[in-house]
């Protein structure tokens, strides 16, 4: 029995169904009994936010603070651009492939032990990483082993906190999107202090100890008490196949994840190289590391926005997010001409604000691009194939760059890249239409919300 701070709601949906022999219809009536978990929308609530906020900050900080330490390991280890941008690929990488391991983690063990765990795990990582005499041994401890540490903490952010939500849903997760632009703007000033006071192999020392720390926001994250006597017609089960060939049918989909790939390819090389490239043109290493923070700020403030928008029912967002992605593309074809400290100044912001809009943007547009049933998998084969494309970009801009010598080819390259992306993304924006007004939508009472919880579920 369901305690006195749950809320039951009864909801009845009739479909008809045909009945054989007779050639009538009959009705089939699905009953839901639901309860409502007590946290939702309670203080609760947002102090599981702001743990997750300042998770994905920390988390997010130090895997986009790679750039700052990139030039210190390419002199370290003198293996050239390429092969040294790979460390960072893979960590950025590894969110996207290793997301299906921790989901399954999530259902046996439980938020708060993946959560812990992960936290343990990128400490531990951290501590060999500094001690690695080998770049090759620094593709595992902190590209591989790092990166499925940090899995845990930001993949279990985006699971965990909807479920605390029902009416503050959209701004609740646009405030977790704020990590990544968070963390550069809060953690690469802090990594660049670091590296200064300790060297790079101090500052990974440094980052395990701040990592630690975090662990113990994982507790804040109280189970929420799933139905055990919780039934599943042959329609659900259907609906829950690993893959379903179906998928490709939805050209929208396709199309946003194509491109998603093109975007993300390009869009995480500059900030990996750009303090080398800096420095090759004349600039301090203190100058070159302070512009991350206005990525970082840019990226802040323009998150929580656009999960504000999407819920603007009359906004084509598509559109929003086809000029971001331009912006980006031409601003990089043009930041070889760039002479002033104003010029990269104005180039970091432009990169800022389109990392918050489409960190938000393409995610939320893949989903909307599937039906309920589709959402999960759909979501799945976005983020592993937009992460091996990040993962693809960097490393690929070092090559080039090791090739012709300059980086100037590398950002035209980057900016052609995006804006191929961009004007996918325009194209869709342009063929979709309106969704049609519905009073209820039978497939909102679902497994992927994840907001309330059947009790019990019979069909007559």
């Not at 709601?9 to 007779?22: F, I, K, L, R, Y």
């Not at 031409?330 to 180039?347: D, G, K, R, W």
């Amino acid at each position: 029995m369901p305690s006195s701070q749950d809320e039951l709601v009864v909801v009845d949906m009739d479909e008809g169904s045909e009945a054989p022999g007779n050639g009538g219809k009959t009705a089939k009536t699905l009953t839901c009994v639901i309860k409502v978990s007590p946290y939702q929308d309670s203080c609760w609530s947002w102090l599981v936010c702001f743990a997750a906020v300042l998770s994905n900050v920390i988390i997010c900080g130090f895997t986009y603070s790679f750039g700052i330490l990139f030039p210190a390991l390419l002199d370290e280890f003198q293996q050239g651009k390429a092969k040294t941008a790979w460390v960072g690929s893979i960590a950025m990488m590894g969110v996207g492939l290793f997301g299906p391991l921790v989901g399954n983690l999530y259902h046996r063990l439980g938020a708060r032990i993946v959560t812990f765990s992960g936290t343990i795990i990128c400490a531990a990582s951290l501590i060999v990483t500094s001690k690695v005499t080998s770049l090759y041994v620094m593709y595992f401890t902190y590209g591989f082993l790092f990166s499925f540490g940090s899995c845990g903490v930001f993949i279990l952010t985006y699971i965990m906190v909807p479920k605390y939500f029902t009416k503050w849903r959209s701004l609740s997760l646009g405030l977790i999107a704020m990590g990544p632009g968070g963390g550069l703007f809060i953690m690469s000033p802090i990594v660049h202090e670091l590296f200064k006071a300790f060297g790079w192999r101090g500052t990974f020392s440094a980052m395990a100890g701040i990592v630690v720390v975090t662990s113990a926001l994982a507790f804040v994250y109280k189970p929420i008490a799933e139905s055990s006597k919780m039934e599943l017609n042959s329609q659900q089960k259907e609906n829950n196949k690993f893959w379903d060939i179906s998928i490709l049918k939805h050209k929208e989909f396709v199309l946003c994840t194509t491109a998603a790939v093109l975007f993300y390819t390009g869009h995480y090389t500059p900030t990996v190289h750009m303090v080398r490239y800096l420095e090759e043109k004349g600039s301090t290493e203190v100058t070159a590391s302070r512009l991350y923070i206005y990525s970082g700020v840019a990226s802040l403030l323009i998150r929580p926005v656009i999960g504000r928008l999407n819920d603007v029912s009359w906004i084509n967002m598509l559109y929003i997010y086809s000029i971001a992605a331009s912006l980006e593309g031409v601003s990089t074809l043009l930041f070889p001409m760039a002479t002033t400290n104003m010029h990269f100044i104005i180039y970091f912001v432009v990169y800022g604000l389109a990392d918050g809009t489409l960190g938000c943007g393409f995610a939320i547009a893949v989903l909307n691009s599937l039906p309920e049933r589709l959402k999960p998998l759909g979501f799945g084969l976005y983020n592993c194939l937009s992460c091996i494309s990040s993962a693809c970009g960097p490393g690929l801009g070092g090559l080039l760059a090791d090739i012709e010598g300059s980086y100037t080819p590398v950002f035209y390259m980057v900016g052609a890249i995006m804006l191929a992306g961009s004007a996918i993304m325009f194209a869709v924006s342009c063929k979709r239409k309106p969704p049609p007004e519905k009073l209820v939508e039978k497939e909102e009472v679902t497994l992927w919300e994840s907001l309330i919880v059947v009790e019990k579920c019979s069909v007559v």
